[in-house]
């Protein structure tokens, strides 16, 4: 890769004087800290008053960010992936494209996955791959997650607007760990996950991990079937038909070796991962849209770096970093020269590609590198200095011909995050903070010169912003009671995807402005603990004025074909709340759930660019669910059948009210834009034998067998059963 020297040797300079928060909350010298007790920065003293409920919710009152911590380890057992297991958080929903390996979306108070920052340990999970996304990894993969909703510190490195969502693989005991676990379900589904670790006296430690998922995803939906006599679509007459080319499968093999806990680190570990994976690709970004042999395939190596230590060179200084670089390249096929629809049946095309005529290879370069610096004056005084530094490069080649042919323009990008903050901590009740973000962008790749897209040219872009912020957060006389309030100047900066597209279904544009958005959050928090009960509850607001706001939406092509593309709309204003309860008493019931009401709407008076006015003014934005819930309830009985096991019965629901396609005018007058009123419910029964060593879940997922729908007209899976073993054994050196 071609990366900018001064950028690297920047960031390499920082990480002379880097630092990760986390280092004065480190209670275990040896163990993993959450990024979340980072942000408490230097408020160990008052660790007593960070409660952490029965409920597995962690809502620590000095952290003046809205932030929670979400214990994995009761989900370790079920089938649950990570991204499932994020549905329990407040503000969170998980919007699903169909069954295994299809396109997932994570939505934050509103805010869409583009929005919303994956981190692994701390490490940007940018551009990995599909294999490691968050709908992949099982829930026994990690120990918690951290979810930071709104305002992100800046210790993160990043230009997320919706949140930041760390996953967090905990501690490592002395001696060693096994768990293992297999299971099978509905639709020819697999998944496996296999870890095992050993820890020395020494500080000396590895890990290897691995886990794989597939699916046939041959499930039924309810579609118009094209008719090849007529060539027509009655979509007033929808058929139940199995799907029967969306075949997924991936595998992922990742080890890390290093010390923790010496004089020169605290923790020092390498990693590396292996993935690769396959998909076939039934539909388009409609599902009247089928497709009969269309398919992508590829494979991902991820080297990784994370060095951390406390007081380096002097007392009070913490330094870390973390580096991240990524070779994928997926291989996208598109060579079929019929046409298929719902019943199977084909008929012949013109000229070959289902879509467009495609057989071609994106290699992928991406490295991520974060340098933190935090120094403390005093016990009320945080100084926090980070720099992140990305640097993507795409480079496509054709594989139509005998000859491999190479696109003469890459596509490269450069984004650079630099962050300092202050945080002030004169008591226990009262916690502020202010900082301030600088962000660079720079993106450069071929654009078409003629209207049939026959000869193009390199383009270049460039765009730098300054952020800043402030938080507060104040416990209240009443015990448990908290009050957060915090704005934020951001900038989202467009993604890989927004500015280059997929080479497939997604149509990137290099003109594409950042996101700058003007963010303010309240929340109320009530966080109590006593010896059997245990009670959260939060009720938050949001307001978000977002400009250059990036939208997705659907294209036309020729032959009734769409895709999907991205412009700068303009302007949309936000307005929200979400009320997340749960309660617990002692270790037999678990009850809780949330509401989300998000309101985003069109601000702009005139059409982009004109002085007309526009007539979709104050209409709510396309596409995007704006009132949502999720309710679940377990009950325990402890000793089932002998001592140390355990038997849970879960129930969980979840609404999604109705929304809209495209604007909010033209759906209302078409019931074909919108997406109906919605009910999932799902139960599942585990057995936890010999505290935890033997494990069997039985899960039923949307036992009403309801159409369920999240993005478009694409259907997902319908009643689907899934059992599951895990072993999990454990052993001192």
């Known amino acids: 890769m071609n990366f900018t020297r001064l950028n690297v040797l920047l960031t390499l300079l920082i ?134 909703r709104g305002v992100v510190p800046v210790g993160f490195g990043t230009d997320a ?51 794989q998922n597939y699916s046939d995803n041959d499930y039924q939906v309810d579609v118009p079937v094209e008719d090849f006599q007529t060539g027509r679509i009655d979509r007033s007459n929808l058929q139940r038909m199995k799907r029967f080319n969306d075949t997924y499968h991936n595998e992922v093999l990742s080890a890390k070796i290093g010390w923790v806990g010496r004089p020169w680190a605290d923790r020092l570990m390498l990693g590396l991962s292996y993935a690769q994976e396959y998909k076939e690709i039934q539909t388009g970004v409609r599902q009247e849209t089928v497709y009969g042999e269309k398919h992508r395939h590829g494979h991902s190596l991820m080297p990784s770096l994370q060095w951390r230590k406390r007081n380096f060179f002097v007392d009070n200084l913490d330094a870390s970093l973390t580096l991240n670089y990524n070779k994928n390249e997926r291989t996208n096929v598109d060579t079929a020269q019929v046409k298929y629809n719902w019943r199977g049946e084909t008929k012949p095309l013109n000229s070959p590609g289902e879509q467009s005529l495609l057989h071609s290879r994106a290699e992928n370069h991406n490295l991520n590198v974060t340098a933190k610096v935090d120094y403390t004056l005093s016990r009320a005084h945080t100084f926090t200095l980070s720099h992140t530094y990305n640097a993507f490069e795409r480079a496509n080649t054709s594989l139509l011909a005998k000859v491999e042919q190479k696109d003469a323009i890459k596509k490269r990008t450069t984004k650079q995050i630099s962050g300092l903050s202050y945080v002030w901590t004169p008591s226990k009740k009262l916690t502020l903070s202010a900082f301030g973000k600088f962000y660079s962008v720079r993106a450069q790749g071929p654009v078409a010169t003629d209207v049939n897209a026959t000869s193009f040219t390199k383009a270049e872009r460039s765009h730098q912003h300054w952020g800043y912020g402030t938080a507060v957060a104040y416990n209240l006389p009443l015990k448990g009671l908290s009050v957060k309030a915090s704005y934020e100047k951001a900038l989202r900066l467009p ?94 019931i678990n009850i809780g759930g949330h509401l989300t009401q998000m309101d985003a709407r069109d601000n702009m008076l005139t059409m982009m660019g004109t002085s007309v006015a526009n007539l979709l003014y104050k209409d709510r934005m396309p596409n995007l669910p704006y009132q949502f819930a999720d309710f679940d309830a377990t009950v325990n009985w402890q000793n089932f059948c002998g001592k140390g096991n355990k038997l849970s019965l879960t129930y969980e629901a979840q609404y999604t009210h109705a929304f809209s396609y495209y604007a909010s005018r033209i759906g209302a007058n078409n019931n074909d834009y919108i997406v109906p009123t919605q009910w999932a419910h799902h139960v599942a029964l585990a057995l936890a034998l010999r505290d935890g060593r033997y494990n069997l879940a039985l899960e039923c997922r949307n036992l009403t067998d309801a159409r369920l729908y999240d993005n478009f007209s694409l259907q997902k899976p319908g009643r689907a059963i899934y059992a599951k073993l895990r072993i999990f054994l454990q052993g001192k050196k």
């Open 495 to 588: 993604t890989i995807e927004e500015l280059f597209g997929d080479e497939d279904l997604e149509q990137g544009a290099i003109e594409i402005r950042p996101e700058l958005s003007h963010n303010g959050n309240l929340s109320f928090i009530y966080n109590v603990h006593t010896k059997h009960h245990d009670l959260f509850a939060e009720l938050g607001f949001i307001v978000r004025d977002t400009r250059d706001y990036i939208q997705r939406n659907i294209i036309s092509l020729s032959g009734g074909k769409q895709a999907a593309s991205y412009v700068n709309y303009g302007k949309v204003l936000t307005k929200g709340m979400n009320l997340s309860v749960r309660y617990q008493y002692a270790d037999l």
């Open 161 to 211: 607007l919706g949140g930041v969502v760390n996953i967090v693989t905990g501690k490592r005991p002395r001696g060693w760990q096994l768990d293992a676990s297999y299971s099978y379900g509905s639709f020819n589904t697999h998944r496996t996950h296999a870890a095992f670790s050993h820890s020395f006296d020494n500080g000396f430690t590895y890990e290897f991990t691995a886990y």
């Open 15 to 148: 990480w002379g004087f880097t630092t990760s928060q986390a280092a004065h909350l480190h209670e275990e010298a040896d163990n993993i800290e959450p990024l979340l007790a980072d942000t408490l920065t230097h408020a160990d003293t008052h660790l007593s008053e960070a409660v952490v409920v029965g409920t597995g919710i962690k809502a620590p009152s000095q952290v003046a960010l809205n932030a929670v911590s979400l214990d994995l380890r009761p989900l370790k057992g079920s089938t649950k992936s990570i991204a499932d297991a994020l549905t329990k958080a407040p503000g969170v929903k998980l919007r699903e494209g169909g069954g295994v390996g299809s396109d997932l979306q994570l939505m934050i108070d509103g805010f869409g996955s583009k929005h919303v920052k994956i981190f692994v340990d701390g490490v940007p999970q940018e551009g990995v791959g599909s294999s490691f996304s968050i709908g992949n990894i099982p829930a026994g993969f990690a120990e918690r997650i951290e979810v930071f």
